[in-house]
């Protein structure tokens, strides 16, 4: 793995970052609908049959976490970009990317939100089509 340093790269280290940052993203989502879908669906898998218990949420938290990773490493491209360019068609590039990570951290914290309130909770808002991701325009 590369590791980056702000203050020693060039723009191309920056954007080799970002690319492999996007690959690895894209290589583990691949349809982000469908890695959502799954993402629920671990989880939903670990609902007890009994009342008044709740799922493993690690399984949500797995997952925030392993984006986590991927989007920092193009935050910290993108940071590199706007030190070495500013505001500049890479740096729009590299928000672009950025973006798209936040917005799948978001949709599994907002399961994770609604799990940790109560699985019966998670349900109404999924039946109601509540959850962030059932309106996002993939």
């Not at 690319?19 to 629920?40: C, G, Q, S, T, Y």
């Not at 917005?103 to 808002?125: K, N, Q, R, Y």
Request: hydrophobic content about 40%; overall charge negative; charged content about 25%.
């Amino acid at each position: 793995m590369f590791v980056y340093d702000i203050y020693s790269n060039t723009l191309f280290d920056c954007l080799s970052v970002l690319k492999d940052a996007k690959d690895d993203f894209i290589n583990h989502i691949k349809a982000p609908r469908v890695f959502i879908e799954r993402i629920l669906h671990a989880y939903t898998s670990t609902m007890p049959e009994e009342a008044g218990e709740n799922g493993d949420t690690g399984v949500l938290e797995d997952a925030i976490s392993c984006i986590q990773d991927l989007l920092h490493r193009a935050t910290r491209a993108q940071d590199g970009i706007l030190q070495l360019c500013g505001v500049s068609d890479e740096w729009r590039a590299a928000e672009e990317v950025c973006g798209c990570m936040r917005d799948m951290v978001t949709m599994v914290e907002d399961i994770l939100c609604h799990a940790l309130s109560g699985d019966a909770d998670l349900a109404s808002a999924h039946a109601s089509k509540e959850l962030l991701y059932q309106s996002y325009k993939f």
